[in-house]
């Protein structure tokens, strides 16, 4: 990968794998923004985006993206992803339609277009397949590892964080497996996977960097 040029690295995570955070981490050593599901759910609720209107949004301006950023007010504290949807609560219960695929697809091609940046989730390993400067990365741990982490941060019962997981788990897979037509447990899709049991979200963010150096 080379750091010169705009480069995206993209995070597939298991739910209490710690991956959302350590792509926050592996963002700011980078000095790049971190984009995750809720920031890009929250750009489509808000702001009604549709692949149409995206589309209508760049014929009117080259740079969209720079100017729709200034308009929302993206990496100035105006829309704060962790307020909009956290890891360990609401999936996104609706199915997902072909049109909204596609526009979170327009986006995230935007975003990289225009900047260097980490993504997690969203299909990213697929999304950007074809990208020539993308690192593409897996964060796994044992379930009960997961678990553990689960019930201590929510504060709940490890019976009821296993159920959580379980959900997330398969409604993640069946999102991957609609828009992919593959596994996101597929590690040939991946340039880097890590089992995060054992090691600190630091230390994981520290040896992608050492990889890519």
């Not at 609560?89 to 049109?99: A, W, Y």
């Amino acid at each position: 990968m080379n750091r010169n040029e705009n480069f995206v690295i993209t995070i597939n995570r298991e739910l209490g794998s710690g991956g959302r955070t350590i792509g926050e981490i592996l963002a700011h050593k980078l000095g790049v923004s971190f984009y995750d599901k809720a920031l890009i759910k929250a750009l489509e609720e808000k702001y009604n985006l549709t692949a149409e209107e995206i589309e209508k949004m760049k014929g009117r301006e080259i740079r969209w993206w720079e100017g729709f950023k200034r308009v929302v007010g993206v990496g100035d504290g105006l829309i704060d992803s962790k307020s909009c949807l956290t890891e360990y609560e609401k999936e996104h219960d609706v199915l997902t339609t072909e049109n909204v695929f596609k526009a979170e697809t327009e986006i995230l091609h935007e975003i990289a277009k225009e900047e260097s940046c980490v993504i997690a989730g969203r299909c990213g390993f697929f999304v950007f397949r074809n990208h020539p400067n993308h690192l593409s990365v897996l964060i796994q741990a044992p379930m009960a590892y997961r678990v553990a982490r689960v019930a201590t941060k929510k504060n709940i019962s490890e019976d009821e964080a296993r159920k959580i997981i379980e959900k997330v788990d398969r409604m993640r897979e069946n999102y991957v497996r609609r828009f992919t037509a593959t596994s996101r447990y597929e590690t040939r899709n991946y340039d880097l996977v890590f089992n995060s049991e054992g090691k600190t979200e630091e230390q994981i963010a520290n040896q992608i960097l050492m990889f890519i150096e």
